[in-house]
């Protein structure tokens, strides 16, 4: 599971962007595409940490693939990016309910593919779960599975299909952030204009 995690992702943004958009009228699901890797960063935390000299031991030991993918660091990286957005304006709730979904999509991708997948519970629970409904291989480009590439496309195509027919084209744009990103755009470049020139 490498490439599909983004598809996958997009397809959940999709619904869960409806839903939220259609309770509360703002719609953030672009966190959710934007957290799609985020548990991944276990891969490189190590070669960074290296790369800056320190080391870091958790438990003894070093951090290594799978250490991220439980909902401690589900949390936690959810509660960072809150903060952080709280920043530009989106209220902490908001971001913490996306990014919580999209951390999470990522886990359950990972489940759905892999048996045993990882210890997701933890520190509820230390077991190693997983559903793994195919034997799966990086058999497309060596970054995908083809069968769960497709499947993963056909449930992009529905779930906008239906978003389609529920609200219009408007959510494309509303789901990609734009207005968001036009106005902090404005606020970074009027910053920039604002600094004093020699
Ligand atoms: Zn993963």
Same mark, same amino acid.
């Given at each position: 599971?490498?490439?599909?995690?983004?598809?996958?992702?997009?397809?959940?943004?999709?619904?869960?962007?409806?839903?939220?958009?259609?309770?509360?009228?703002?719609?953030?699901?672009?966190?959710?595409?934007? #957290?799609?890797?985020?548990?991944?960063?276990?891969?490189?935390?190590?070669?960074?940490?290296? @790369?800056?000299?320190?080391?870091?031991?958790?438990? %003894?030991?070093?951090?290594?693939?799978?250490?991220?993918?439980?909902? *401690?660091?589900?949390? =936690?990286? *959810?509660?960072?990016?809150?903060?952080?957005?709280?920043?530009? %304006?989106?209220?902490?709730?908001?971001?913490?309910?996306?990014? #919580?979904?999209?951390?999470?999509?990522?886990?359950?991708?990972?489940?759905?593919?892999?048996?045993? *997948?990882?210890?997701? =519970?933890?520190?509820?629970?230390?077991?190693?779960? %997983?559903?793994?409904?195919?034997?799966?291989?990086?058999?497309?480009?060596?970054?995908?599975?083809?069968?769960?590439?497709?499947?993963?496309?056909?449930?992009?195509?529905? #779930?906008?299909?239906?978003?389609?027919?529920?609200?219009?084209?408007?959510?494309?744009?509303?789901?990609?952030?734009?207005?968001?990103?036009?106005?902090?755009? @404005?606020?970074?470049?009027? #910053?920039?204009?604002?600094?004093?020139?020699?």
């Amino acid at each position: 599971m490498l490439f599909e995690h983004w598809i996958y992702s997009t397809a959940i943004a999709i619904i869960i962007g409806m839903i939220y958009y259609r309770f509360t009228r703002r719609d953030y699901s672009w966190i959710i595409i934007g #957290c799609a890797y985020l548990p991944d960063l276990d891969l490189f935390t190590e070669i960074v940490l290296n @790369k800056l000299g320190i080391t870091l031991l958790v438990f %003894g030991r070093h951090i290594s693939h799978g250490d991220f993918h439980n909902i *401690a660091f589900m949390f =936690f990286f *959810a509660i960072l990016i809150s903060l952080l957005l709280q920043t530009t %304006g989106i209220k902490f709730r908001d971001s913490f309910v996306f990014s #919580c979904i999209g951390f999470g999509a990522h886990l359950f991708e990972d489940a759905l593919v892999y048996n045993p *997948a990882y210890n997701f =519970f933890w520190p509820v629970s230390n077991q190693n779960f %997983g559903i793994g409904i195919i034997e799966y291989t990086n058999d497309w480009y060596g970054i995908a599975n083809t069968e769960v590439l497709i499947v993963g496309l056909i449930a992009v195509i529905f #779930c906008a299909s239906i978003r389609t027919v529920y609200e219009g084209k408007g959510w494309v744009v509303r789901m990609i952030g734009v207005e968001y990103f036009v106005v902090q755009a @404005k606020r970074v470049s009027g #910053c920039v204009m604002r600094l004093p020139v020699e």
